[in-house]
């Protein structure tokens, strides 16, 4: 009873700038309950219809998560591997462990680089106006790969 959901939505900022949409372009399809969008969207979701419109208000915590304090620090330039250009918006992994947060270089002060781990939206509440533009039951595949398979526009 696993459901593929496609969807267009905006995202605002609280200020309301748009900072995503996928309007002018292909509907976003996730597989219900799979993680592959966030969960308190996914449940919004699941209670609409396709046709439904909503506008959906996600607090930091149910968004990408408050902003940790712990993940702002200093490294020296020489940590990083030589030959890297070390630059404002440069991302990278600390170690080889996907799950480990993706920082980014803030600011490259002489020898000091100040990176942050953060989610680039983490600590922001975010606005969704979000459209169900269609509802089906997921395939075998999709249940097995645990995503959606769009209309000829997902590879193995
Ligand atoms: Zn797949």
């Not at 995202?11 to 996928?22: C, F, H, R, T, Y």
């Amino acid at each position: 009873m696993t459901d593929v959901i496609g969807f267009h939505y905006t995202l605002k900022s609280d200020a309301g700038e748009v900072l995503d949409s996928s309007s002018g372009g292909h509907p976003m399809l996730y597989l219900a309950g799979s993680g592959q969008i966030l969960p308190a969207l996914d449940k919004e979701m699941s209670e609409m219809k396709v046709g439904d419109t909503k506008s959906v208000t996600l607090s930091p915590k149910e968004a990408y998560g408050v902003i940790k304090p712990e993940l702002k620090m200093n490294v020296k330039l020489g940590q990083f591997p030589p030959g890297t250009e070390v630059k404002p918006g440069l991302q990278f992994r600390i170690n080889s462990d996907p799950r480990s947060p993706m920082f980014r270089v803030i600011n490259v002060l002489g020898e000091e680089v100040f990176i942050d781990g953060n989610h680039e939206l983490a600590g922001e509440t975010l606005h969704f106006d979000i459209e169900v533009t269609e509802k089906r039951k997921a395939t075998k595949d999709e249940i097995a790969h645990g995503h959606a398979h769009g209309a000829g526009g997902h590879h193995h």
